[in-house]
Every structure is written in C-alpha cells, then in structure tokens.
C-alpha cells in the first residue's frame, strides 16, 4: 500500500471520531493538482488522489494538502529553474545587444584599418612605383602597431607616431641626398631635427591628435561593450539564496499544494519576492547607468571629432601630402641639417651617378573615391553608432526592473487587474503589505524573503567594481586621453596619447606640446640595401625641384 495511503486514512479516522455523528465528510480532490503536476513533466505515482495532513510540509502551509514530501522537494527545484530562466530571459535583450554589437564594431574597425592599408599600398605604388614599394616596411610598420594598439597591445600612439615620422625622414633625407654617404650616428642626428624643421609641414602634428583621440575613443568603446557583454551575462547566471529558494517555492508552488494549481501569485508578492531575491543585482544598476552614460558620451565623439572612418579613410592622402612639403622644403631642410649635424661624407662615385627611371613621376597624383575599398562591414560607423546608441539607452536601469519585467509576466502573476483572486502566499486573497524599495539594504524588512543586508555577494561588488574601472576609463576617452598611459611624461599634454580635450568642448585645432621623439631602433636606422638603391634611382634633387616647379606651373 502506497504511503500517501496511510497518511489519508489516519487523518480522516481522527477527524470523523471527533465530528458528531451524522456529519458529512467530503476531502477535496487532488485530480486538477495531478494534471498540473504531471504537466510539468513529473512522475503522478507518488501524488495522492485527495488531500492529506500536512504536517510534512516545511516551505508550505502545514494544513490539508496535495503535497507530499517528495512533492514539495521536486516542486522546490523547479521554481529555482524557472527563476533562474526568467532573469536571463528578461535579461536577454541587454546581453544580445552587447554581444551583436561589440561583435559589428569590432568587424568594422579591423576592417576600416584593413582598407586604409590597402588604399595607402595601391596609391603609392602607383604613384612613386620601386621608390615606395623598396621602402614600404615604414607604413607596413605603422598600420601593423595602429593595429596593435586597437587589439589592446601596449602601445604608445604618439611615440610610435613620433617614430614614423622620424623614420620616413631619415629614408627621405638619404633619398634626396644620394650624393652623400651617411652613418647610423648621422641619421640618429637628423631624425632629432623632425620637431624643429618640421621637414613635413603640418601633417605629423595634425594627424597625431586625430589618431590618437580617434583611436583611443574607438578602441575603449569596443573595450567598454566587451565589459558590459561579460557583466550582463554574468549578472544574469544567478545563483538563489537558500532563503530565495523558500520564497519562490511558496510562491509559484504552494498554490499546487492547497489545491489551486491554477491560482496565481498577486503581483504585489512576486515585486516583494523578486525584490529580495534580486537586491544585490538592483544594487548594480547604479554602476551600470553611468556605465551606459559614459559609453553615449564616448558614442558621441565616434559621430563627430573623434570619427576613426574620417581619419583612416584619407590617411594615404595625408601621408603623400606630407611627402610632398618634404620634397618642396627638401633644400632649406638638408641646408639646416648640415649645419646642425656636419657636412656628411661623400657617397662612392658609383650610387651618386646613377640615373632615375623614367617611369618615376614624383608628382601627387589625387586619389578617386571609386578605387577605395569597399566601406567597412558594409556600412558606415554613423549608423553603426546611432544603432548603438537607442540600445543602449533602452539599456539603461535593466538591474532594477528586473523584478517588475518578471512580475509583468502573466506567466508568473496574475496581473495588476486581479489583486483579490490571486495567491497571497497563504490563500486566494488580497496582498496587504506594502512593496519593497529596491536595492540590499532595503530588504531588511522584506516580508517574503530573508536578506542578510550585512553581507552583500561579492560576485556583484566584483562586477561593480570592473563598471567602475571602464567608465572610468571612457570618460578619459571622451577628452581624448589613454588612461593607460596617463602620467607617463611630464611634458606630454596631459597624458602620453591624449588630445587633451577641455570640458565639453573639442576644438579643431589644438595647441600640441610634443615631447623629444624617443631613439629610433638601430635596427630601423641601418642603412639596407634598398635605400641604397632608391638613392641610386635619383638625379640631383635640383634638377627635381625644377620638375616639381614646371608641374606646379602647369597645373
């Protein structure tokens, strides 16, 4: 005989001694509370076929039941499922937007400094032909650290800037010198005249505050999406509270156990018992809005000053304009370097005698929109942005309303209409007591659930924590500086790759204290054999300047 069996007759023998004689006994069938039952996939064997004393009971009432022991345990685990199911459904939007869109911006910025290479390559081979593709490991070398720095190696954007620079003009000084012979030492001397001659006119410091803020903003937005990805999943994956585990049974499944399966949680009991199972995540929403304010502020200068698209996009552009002041100042800038340096040795009759190829034209040819590469990942980082930005703000104060999304649901609760037929955590009434405030410390008198508001969970404060530490650095991206290099010179402008925007105000034009360009490798300053032919490959730089005259003439 099954147990239940015993637990119905025994009851029901006391109670009819009890009752005078003649009274009508009737137990309340279980059959609705079978159906549910067995709905959810359990096994019917151990469910009586009507109600039982309830004294086994220990989440639930301990009146007449529907419940048996096993019962109430298997029905435990199950409001722990279908909770732990319901934060990261309600969550689901914010961890989709974070993942898909971290996953596009990513696409985009590889490929945008993808096609800026390419552009730059096709370009200046067809515009300077063997004289660049014999020195092109210096732009190979800068789109290779530019790169580097946006996958988060540790890169210093205006040394490894300073340093292109100095190595394109060491490459251009013996280009346009080939008469001359010159030694590491030499060359270490010229490159220490790039910041006073400024042998390439305005283009370095220009395009170095463009670089640096453009891909400072786009590298810690990227960073900033990959932080708040991996917090909104890990937020979501909760792991209840023994006292959690309690509440939920009562309210999603002591209706079954007093035979109301079909009988709802008021909606007012779900807010108190999610409010309390869910106050450490509430107490991250704070944290969180900041967060998402920061990344729209860092949104904000990718549409404008800080577009990465408009900086790459022109770069070959830019370069070959520098390029071009460097050969129209070539005279006055090796006039001043022989003073400063020493007159430099001549070069063997052989490499100063021989000629230039006919098919070189040193003339700038402008580039056409159509031969660029296609935009990168097919769209543009305006809408990329504007997309980002309505989901981020959606975004906004999720924590919180986590209890009140779930207690919408009419899966979980009878809805705000019904607050008199629904289930109260006791019978199918009205719920009295008053809601919550959100967040830990508020829980303390929560009459669902018991908090210890003294120990807030460590995995939430870990979480705060890394919130803190990126909006931290997006909002040094919004003015332009690296936190990672913060305080590394005393006479960079505030930060060692940093534009050193004011306030809310980003100017144009900035007045640019550079520092000292740092010692070029002697590896990069050795003299190869290409240079040496591309020196081979020149007349004297009078009989070019006559060139580029004439062509300016012409024009």
């Given at each position: 005989m099954p147990s239940w069996i015993g637990a119905v007759i025994l009851p029901l023998s006391g109670l009819l001694l009890s009752l005078p004689a003649g009274a009508d006994v009737k137990a309340r069938s279980c059959g609705e509370v079978r159906q549910a039952y067995g709905a959810k996939g359990f096994s019917l064997v151990d469910i009586p076929y009507q109600e039982i004393a309830g004294e086994h009971l220990?989440?639930?009432?301990?009146?007449?039941?529907?419940?048996?022991?096993?019962?109430?345990?298997?029905?435990?685990?199950?409001?722990?499922?279908?909770?732990?199911?319901?934060?990261?459904?309600?969550?689901?939007?914010?961890r989709t937007t974070f993942v898909s869109r971290h996953k596009k911006f990513d696409e985009f910025f590889r490929e945008l400094l993808e096609n800026a290479e390419k552009s730059l390559n096709d370009m200046f081979v067809r515009t300077y032909g063997m004289l660049y593709m014999q020195n092109s490991e210096v732009f190979q070398d800068l789109f290779t650290e530019l790169k580097r720095y946006y996958t988060g190696g540790n890169v210093n954007l205006e040394e490894m800037l300073n340093d292109f620079w100095a190595r394109l003009l060491e490459r251009m000084f013996q280009l346009i010198n080939p008469q001359y012979h010159f030694s590491e030492d030499y060359l270490e001397c010229v490159s220490k005249y790039t910041d006073q001659l400024k042998p390439f006119g305005d283009v370095p410091r220009k395009l170095k505050i463009q670089v640096t803020r453009a891909f400072i903003a786009a590298?810690?937005?990227?960073?900033?999406?990959?932080v708040g990805r991996e917090?909104?999943?890990?937020?979501?994956?909760?792991?209840?509270?023994?006292?959690?585990i309690r509440a939920l049974m009562k309210m999603l499944y002591c209706p079954?156990?007093?035979?109301?399966?079909?009988?709802?949680?008021?909606?007012?009991?779900?807010?108190?018992?999610?409010?309390?199972?869910?106050?450490?995540?509430?107490?991250?929403?704070?944290?969180?809005?900041?967060?998402?304010?920061?990344?729209?502020?860092?949104?904000?200068?990718?549409?404008?000053?800080?577009?990465?698209?408009?900086?790459?996009?022109?770069?070959?552009v830019k370069i070959s304009e520098a390029i071009m002041n460097m050969q129209e100042n070539s005279m006055q800038v090796s006039a001043k370097v022989?003073?400063?340096?020493?007159?430099?040795?001549?070069?063997?009759?052989?490499?100063?005698?021989?000629?230039?190829?006919?098919?070189?034209?040193t003339r700038f040819r402008p580039y056409n929109p159509e031969e660029r590469p296609t935009t990168a990942a097919g769209t543009s980082l305006d809408r990329l942005v504007t997309d980002i930005k309505e989901k981020l703000k959606l975004s906004k104060k999720v924590w919180s309303a986590l209890p009140y999304t779930i207690c919408k649901d009419e899966r979980v609760?009878?809805?705000?209409?019904?607050?008199?037929?629904?289930?109260?955590g006791h019978s199918k009434a009205r719920y009295l007591p008053e809601i919550m405030n959100d967040g830990l410390t508020n829980q303390i008198n929560n009459p669902e659930v018991d908090v210890d508001i003294t120990r807030p969970d460590t995995f939430?404060?870990?979480?705060?924590?890394?919130?803190?530490?990126?909006?931290?650095?997006?909002?040094?991206a919004y003015n332009g500086n690296d936190v990672n290099f913060q305080d590394t010179?005393?006479?960079?402008?505030?930060?060692?790759?940093?534009?050193?925007?004011?306030?809310?105000?980003?100017?144009?034009?900035?007045?640019?204290?550079?520092?000292e360009a740092p010692a070029v490798d002697p590896d990069r300053r050795e003299e190869d054999s290409s240079a040496a032919q591309l020196g081979h490959s020149l007349l004297s730089w009078s009989l070019v300047c006559m060139v580029l005259a004439l062509q300016r003439l012409c024009r």
């Open positions: 220990r989440t639930c009432p301990q009146e007449y039941t529907c419940c048996t022991t096993e019962m109430e345990d298997k029905l435990s685990q199950q409001s722990k499922l279908e909770f732990e199911n319901l934060v990261e459904e309600t969550s689901h939007f914010v590298r810690t937005f990227v960073q900033g999406l990959t917090v909104a999943n890990r937020v979501s994956k909760v792991s209840p509270t023994p006292g959690c079954y156990c007093r035979g109301l399966p079909t009988v709802r949680p008021c909606n007012n009991y779900c807010l108190n018992v999610m409010k309390g199972c869910l106050a450490n995540q509430a107490d991250l929403d704070t944290e969180w809005n900041l967060f998402i304010d920061a990344m729209l502020l860092v949104a904000e200068r990718l549409e404008g000053p800080f577009n990465i698209e408009s900086v790459m996009d022109p770069i070959d022989f003073q400063g340096c020493g007159q430099p040795k001549p070069a063997p009759a052989l490499r100063s005698a021989r000629s230039a190829p006919e098919n070189f034209n609760t009878a809805g705000t209409s019904n607050e008199e037929d629904c289930w109260n939430i404060r870990q979480q705060i924590m890394a919130l803190r530490v990126m909006t931290n650095k997006l909002k040094n010179s005393d006479e960079s402008s505030g930060s060692g790759s940093g534009s050193g925007c004011m306030d809310d105000v980003c100017p144009t034009e900035f007045e640019f204290i550079t520092t």
